[in-house]
Each structure stands twice: as C-alpha cells, then as structure tokens.
T-cell receptor, first 110, second 115 residues
Framework: RKEVEQDPGPFNVPEGATVAFNCTYSNSASQSFFWYRQDCRKEPKLLMSVYSSGNEDGRFTAQLNRASQYISLLIRDSKLSDSATYLCVVNRNYGQNFVFGPGTRLSVLP | EPEVTQTPSHQVTQMGQEVILRCVPISNHLYFYWYRQILGQKVEFLVSFYNNEISEKSEIFDDQFSVERPDGSNFTLKIRSTKLEDSAMYFC?????????????FGDGTRLSIL
C-alpha cells in the first residue's frame, strides 16, 4: 500500500460547483497533515493545515479521520483560479519528512 | 510576505559533472529541506537539515548528494557526478521551529537538466 493515496482525478467541474477530494495515509503514527496546491510547473503552495477537529478557511474545509486514516478537502463555490493539482501531505512518524500524495488535478470550467 | 528563494531557476549540466543548487530560506526559519519532482511524478523528500546537520534523509539521498549551510543565509544541495535520472525540479523548503506540525514553505524551484 502506498503511503499517501489520493483520488486519481482529473476532476472537471463548472464554476460554482462544490468538489471534494479524498486522501488516505498508511502510517498510523503520522501527526501532521496539510493540503497544498500546485500549479503546472510551479512550487507547492500551502493551502491549509488539517486539524483533528476539522477546519475551515473561506470556501475550503478540511477534515481528518484518524481512525480511518483519511483526510478530505471540500471546495465550495469553485472559481476558475482554483484550477490546480491538490496535494495531500502527511508527515512520516514524528519527523520532518513530508510525504506527498500523487495529487488530484482540478479543472474548473467557465 | 517572506519567501524562500532559489537559484538558478534552470541549470543545464553535462552528465558526470557536479552541480550546486542554492537556496535562501525564510530568515527566522530553522528547518530546511530539499525535495525533488521528476516531470509528471510526485514530490519526493530528499533531506531535512537542522542545527547544522542532517536530521533525516531518504533512500534517494545517497552518497552523490550533500547539503551545506555555508553561511547564515544560504542552504545548498550538491550533486556530484550527475546522472541522467537526476533531471528533475528541485525544491527547497523551510519551516519554523516545531517541525512536525509546522507547514513547509517552498521556493519556486530549480529545474535541473542533465545532458
């Protein structure tokens, strides 16, 4: 089983749609979880950290289920500018070694 | 907003040559990292660095790789005797103290092309 797995995508949605991405991780000792976005041939940019109680930042909501080792990202009212690859990132054990998922590509269409 | 900066943006090198990639982390950050991303593949961890020493490294980070913080601001990745398969985008990142729950901030990368 891969350490971090994500929906394979791509997701093509119209502007204004709600879209959800799923991520699972295999290491039960993982402590820190993040969503990053990556535009084509650019660096990963932090979208949001994911907290145990779930957290929201504007149109973005992240959820963590430690028992199922599952993370989700919900984007409401999609904008054209949301088009990117969304990366689920998990730290390995208690260390600094971030493990990136393969990413899920989102295209928001006019 | 403070940024991680990387130079050069693109490096073309002959196979077998040495290459040094440079990074200036965010000034108050204490943890530094290198990642690579082969075209079309996922981002892969190479090494983390804290207090002037390597704290973690991956199986990719073999003897041909080394890192250094030669002064108070730069953080470098050296690849000795480059191979064709070293062609990739290399990202430097840094984070504040409390590494396991601090997000990492990435530079815009150096594209390394080995000929």
């Amino acid at each position: 089983r891969k350490e971090v797995e994500q929906d394979p995508g791509p997701f093509n949605v119209p502007e204004g749609a709600t879209v959800a991405f799923n991520c699972t991780y295999s290491n039960s000792a993982s402590q820190s979880f993040f969503w990053y976005r990556q535009d084509c041939r650019k660096e990963p940019k932090l979208l949001m950290s994911v907290y145990s109680s779930g957290n929201e930042d504007g149109r973005f909501t992240a959820q963590l289920n430690r028992a199922s080792q599952y993370i989700s990202l919900l984007i409401r009212d999609s904008k054209l500018s949301d088009s990117a690859t969304y990366l689920c990132v998990v730290n390995r054990n208690y260390g600094q070694n971030f493990v990136f998922g393969p990413g899920t590509r989102l295209s928001v269409l006019p | 907003e403070p940024e991680v900066t990387q130079t050069p943006s693109h490096q073309v090198t002959q196979m077998g040559q040495e290459v040094i990639l440079r990074c200036v982390p965010i000034s108050n950050h204490l943890y530094f990292y290198w990642y690579r991303q082969i075209l079309g593949q996922k981002v892969e961890f190479l090494v983390s660095f804290y207090n002037n020493e390597i704290s973690e490294k991956s199986e990719i980070f073999d003897d041909q790789f080394s890192v250094e913080r030669p002064d108070g601001s730069n953080f470098t990745l050296k690849i000795r005797s480059t191979k064709l398969e070293d062609s990739a985008m290399y990202f430097c990142a840094s984070s504040e103290p409390g590494p396991s729950n601090q997000p990492q901030h990435f530079g815009d990368g150096t594209r390394l092309s080995i000929l």
